[in-house]
C-alpha cells in the first residue's frame, strides 16, 4: 500500500511538472478580435454594449452583474470564474475600453470600436487581450478556457438583441 501511495504521489507531482513546463512554453499574452457589421445604428449598438447593468437581458452566458460603482462591476458567468471590469475609455459611439481588475491570476483588456457604415449601419470591432504570468493557470487557460467561441457567442447574443 505504501509503494502504491508513492507512486501516486510522484504522479501526481510528473503531472504538475508537466503542466508547469508547457506552460513556460505559451506565450503568456492571448488576443481576440471579432469584426461584424450590423444593420443597426451605431448609438442604439453602442448604447447596448456599454449598457453593463442590463447585460443579464440579452446576454446567456451572464448569470449576474454585481455593480460596484458607475464605472465598475462584476460579471458572473454561468459557467467559469466571475470577472471584475473597471471602464478605461468611453467615447460615445465610437471607443469603449474595459480593464480586467480581479481575479488577480490574470490581466487583461477589451476594447470594442464602433463605426456608422454608409447604410447607416454599424461596424464593430471587438478586440480582446489576456495575460496569464503564472505558466500553470497558462495552461490550463488553453486547455479549457476557448476565448474564441466566448466572443462568437457575444456577437451572437448582440445581434439577437438587435433583432438581426
Known amino acids: 500500500m505504501k509503494i502504491m501511495m508513492t507512486y501516486l504521489l510522484i504522479s501526481i507531482v510528473a503531472i504538475i511538472a ?6 513556460l512554453f505559451l506565450p503568456k499574452e ?11 445604428d451605431v448609438n442604439k449598438v453602442f448604447n447596448i454594449v456599454t ?10 452566458d451572464v448569470k ?9 462591476w462584476t460579471e458572473v458567468p454561468k459557467k467559469g470564474t466571475a470577472i471584475t471590469f473597471k471602464v478605461k475609455q468611453k467615447v460615445e459611439n465610437e471607443i469603449f475600453e474595459i480593464e ?13 470600436t464602433f463605426k456608422t457604415t454608409k ?3 454599424t461596424a464593430i470591432e471587438f478586440k480582446e487581450v ?24 457575444y456577437l451572437q447574443n448582440l445581434k439577437q438583441k438587435l433583432g438581426e
Do not use: C, H, Y
Request: aromatic fraction near 14%.
Open 18 to 23: 508537466i503542466v508547469l513546463i508547457i506552460g
Open 30 to 40: 492571448r488576443t481576440f478580435t471579432k469584426t461584424a457589421v450590423l444593420n443597426s
Open 51 to 60: 449598457d453593463f447593468k442590463n447585460q443579464t437581458t440579452w446576454r446567456n
Open 64 to 72: 449576474e452583474i454585481i455593480v460596484i460603482d458607475n464605472n465598475t
Open 100 to 112: 480586467i481588475i480581479e481575479p488577480k491570476n490574470f490581466s487583461g483588456f477589451w476594447v470594442g
Open 119 to 121: 447604410v447607416n449601419g
Open 130 to 153: 489576456v495575460t496569464i504570468s503564472n505558466p500553470f493557470f497558462r495552461t490550463l487557460s488553453f486547455l479549457f478556457v476557448d476565448l474564441n467561441k466566448t466572443m462568437d457567442l
